[in-house]
């Protein structure tokens, strides 16, 4: 038992500190995703609101790939398929030579991608539940259209999209996992990295899996105080 | 002449090369998720019911489940089994069970099913729980028998309110099936990773992409049917049109061989 304080210890040979880095390798790889991916979502929903129908078939088909695709699979083609292309780019113009893309930013595309897709589905029935009514009062007091979404629409979507974005936060969130695997050091690279060299993978995976737990947790604290703040105007019934 | 328009598409000469060896793959990555999928709607559906459970220590225990398998991730679940559990191996062997956590495949089976039954109790219990209350008390006041209540009332219409993310859940499953390549599992995911180690050629990343495509758009076709036939009743004074695509005509003999 004291085996294992000493090997998760913040101390010398203890790997609370490689531990806690990757924590926060994962939580600013989630974080910076996070945005990235619902404004695509709510682009996409809208998108498939338009009059136009070949904007729409184009967000059909983006929710259609990008939910139907292993995010493992979608992760390694944009890792790898944005370095080939980058690299004909460049020979293009003459550069000759390796370019190794950043798997940061591979995570970012890619994860933001998947959540775009699933955000999109969120969004789109949050926007069902906004009346009619909402956007012609708003015109009426001649708020132009962007302002009236911010000011009248955006408030309301929120509140009807929390929780389903919630769950996509969830997600988001266990799937940066995939992430050691372009080998970025976030939470499960670290613990790879701590199994090889102390042969004890019981002990880290299993921390590995209450890190995320607790990860979950503080995410659900985060999204009841949202939902708090979003309902705040909202009377029920 | 087929050839010739398929060489249009794609590459020909790495078709001759892997093309096998990638339904292979996707052979294995359906056969991973179907038994996955199938065992873990039974312990599913045990968990949803002792989530619903008068006693408070079934309740809380299949609780704390949900809540570990839905909480982490099935990477960090599979390798904690695989790397984890596979290290323990005097004691397996004590137990006569090495033979199963030698084996990256039974190791990747067991993940995929605890973390599919902790998922589908969900979605099974909010079934149970969407069933009216008067069902529960009509067949109790006919004088059925609890165990028959639940096969023949309860069960049947939980199941419509299941079904739909039911099938979501399967093709989560597809997807997150790609993740047993990490283990040495020759699935689609990891046929796919062999073949461009080998050619480093991109487009098998796209056959792949492809390939799962296919898989998920089946499932949700075929989910459709299911969905169609399960509330049937539902419909019952509209009038229904004649079905007649192979798909349909399938389905029909092989859910109901009877009625002709």
């Given at each position: 038992?004291?085996?294992?304080?000493?090997?998760?210890?913040?101390?010398?040979?203890?790997?609370?500190?490689?531990?806690?880095?990757?924590?926060?390798?994962?939580?600013?790889?989630?974080?910076?995703?996070?945005?990235?991916?619902?404004?695509?979502?709510?682009?996409?929903?809208?998108?498939?609101?338009?009059?136009?129908?070949?904007?729409?078939?184009?967000?059909?088909?983006?929710?259609?790939?990008?939910?139907?695709?292993?995010?493992?699979?979608?992760?390694?083609?944009?890792?790898?398929?944005?370095?080939?292309?980058?690299?004909?780019?460049?020979?293009?113009?003459?550069?000759?030579?390796?370019?190794?893309?950043?798997?940061?930013?591979?995570?970012?595309?890619?994860?933001?991608?998947?959540?775009?897709?699933?955000?999109?589905?969120?969004?789109?029935?949050?926007?069902?539940?906004?009346?009619?009514?909402?956007?012609?009062?708003?015109?009426?007091?001649?708020?132009?259209?962007?302002?009236?979404?911010?000011?009248?629409?955006?408030?309301?979507?929120?509140?009807?999209?929390?929780?389903?974005?919630?769950?996509?936060?969830?997600?988001?969130?266990?799937?940066?996992?995939?992430?050691?695997?372009?080998?970025?050091?976030?939470?499960?690279?670290?613990?790879?990295?701590?199994?090889?060299?102390?042969?004890?993978?019981?002990?880290?995976?299993?921390?590995?899996?209450?890190?995320?737990?607790?990860?979950?947790?503080?995410?659900?604290?985060?999204?009841?105080?949202?939902?708090?703040?979003?309902?705040?105007?909202?009377?029920?019934? | 002449?087929?050839?010739?328009?398929?060489?249009?598409?794609?590459?020909?000469?790495?078709?001759?090369?892997?093309?096998?060896?990638?339904?292979?793959?996707?052979?294995?990555?359906?056969?991973?998720?179907?038994?996955?999928?199938?065992?873990?709607?039974i312990?599913?559906l045990l968990l949803g019911l002792a989530r619903l459970s008068n006693r408070r220590?079934l309740r809380?225990?299949?609780?704390?489940?949900?809540?570990?398998?839905?909480?982490?991730?099935?990477?960090?679940?599979?390798?904690?089994?695989?790397?984890?559990?596979?290290?323990?191996?005097?004691?397996?062997?004590?137990?006569?069970?090495?033979?199963?956590?030698?084996?990256?495949?039974?190791?990747?089976?067991?993940?995929?099913?605890?973390?599919?039954?902790?998922?589908?109790?969900?979605?099974f219990r909010g079934g149970i729980q969407a069933v009216p209350r008067g069902q529960r008390e009509a067949a109790a006041a006919l004088g059925m028998h609890k165990v028959v209540t639940f096969v023949k009332v309860i069960f049947p219409q939980a199941m419509i309110v299941a079904?739909?993310?039911?099938?979501?859940?399967?093709?989560?499953?597809?997807?997150?099936?790609?993740?047993?390549?990490?283990?040495?599992?020759?699935?689609?995911?990891?046929?796919?990773?062999?073949?461009?180690?080998?050619?480093?050629?991109?487009?098998?990343?796209?056959?792949?992409?492809?390939?799962?495509?296919?898989?998920?758009?089946?499932?949700?076709?075929?989910?459709?049917?299911?969905?169609?036939?399960l509330t049937r009743h539902l419909?019952a004074?509209?009038?229904?049109?004649?079905?007649?695509?192979?798909?349909?005509?399938?389905?029909?003999?092989?859910?109901?061989?009877?009625?002709?």
């Amino acid at each position: 038992m004291q085996d294992i304080f000493s090997l998760l210890s913040f101390s010398e040979g203890g790997w609370g500190s490689a531990l806690a880095a990757g924590t926060l390798v994962t939580l600013t790889l989630a974080l910076t995703t996070l945005p990235v991916g619902i404004f695509l979502g709510l682009a996409v929903a809208l998108m498939a609101r338009s009059r136009s129908p070949r904007v729409r078939a184009a967000a059909t088909v983006f929710t259609t790939i990008f939910r139907g695709l292993p995010e493992l699979l979608t992760l390694l083609i944009v890792y790898y398929g944005g370095q080939i292309l980058i690299q004909r780019l460049m020979a293009a113009m003459g550069y000759e030579g390796q370019i190794q893309i950043n798997a940061f930013l591979a995570g970012v595309i890619a994860f933001g991608l998947v959540l775009a897709a699933f955000s999109s589905e969120v969004w789109m029935g949050a926007l069902n539940t906004i009346q009619r009514g909402q956007y012609e009062a708003a015109s009426a007091l001649g708020l132009s259209k962007w302002l009236s979404f911010r000011l009248v629409v955006f408030p309301q979507l929120m509140r009807a999209a929390l929780p389903g974005l919630s769950n996509n936060w969830l997600t988001l969130l266990k799937d940066t996992s995939l992430i050691s695997t372009i080998s970025l050091v976030d939470i499960m690279r670290q613990t790879n990295l701590a199994v090889g060299a102390t042969k004890q993978p019981m002990v880290f995976y299993l921390t590995a899996c209450f890190i995320y737990l607790l990860l979950s947790a503080g995410s659900g604290l985060a999204f009841t105080f949202l939902e708090r703040r979003a309902n705040r105007g909202h009377v029920r019934g | 002449m087929f050839r010739d328009l398929l060489g249009l598409v794609i590459d020909l000469d790495l078709l001759d090369r892997y093309g096998w060896r990638f339904l292979e793959g996707v052979g294995v990555t359906a056969q991973l998720v179907a038994i996955s999928f199938t065992l873990g709607s039974i312990l599913g559906l045990l968990l949803g019911l002792a989530r619903l459970s008068n006693r408070r220590a079934l309740r809380w225990l299949s609780g704390a489940y949900v809540y570990f398998f839905r909480g982490s991730p099935l990477l960090a679940q599979l390798f904690l089994l695989y790397y984890g559990l596979g290290s323990l191996r005097t004691l397996w062997t004590d137990l006569g069970l090495w033979w199963f956590f030698r084996e990256a495949w039974y190791c990747a089976l067991l993940a995929f099913t605890l973390n599919t039954a902790a998922y589908q109790a969900e979605i099974f219990r909010g079934g149970i729980q969407a069933v009216p209350r008067g069902q529960r008390e009509a067949a109790a006041a006919l004088g059925m028998h609890k165990v028959v209540t639940f096969v023949k009332v309860i069960f049947p219409q939980a199941m419509i309110v299941a079904l739909r993310p039911l099938g979501n859940e399967l093709i989560l499953m597809v997807k997150a099936s790609a993740i047993a390549s990490l283990v040495t599992i020759y699935d689609l995911m990891g046929v796919t990773k062999l073949a461009f180690s080998r050619s480093y050629n991109f487009e098998l990343y796209l056959w792949a992409a492809v390939l799962y495509l296919l898989i998920v758009e089946c499932i949700r076709r075929l989910w459709a049917v299911l969905e169609r036939r399960l509330t049937r009743h539902l419909r019952a004074g509209e009038l229904q049109p004649v079905q007649t695509t192979w798909l349909s005509r399938m389905t029909k003999s092989v859910l109901n061989p009877n009625a002709q």
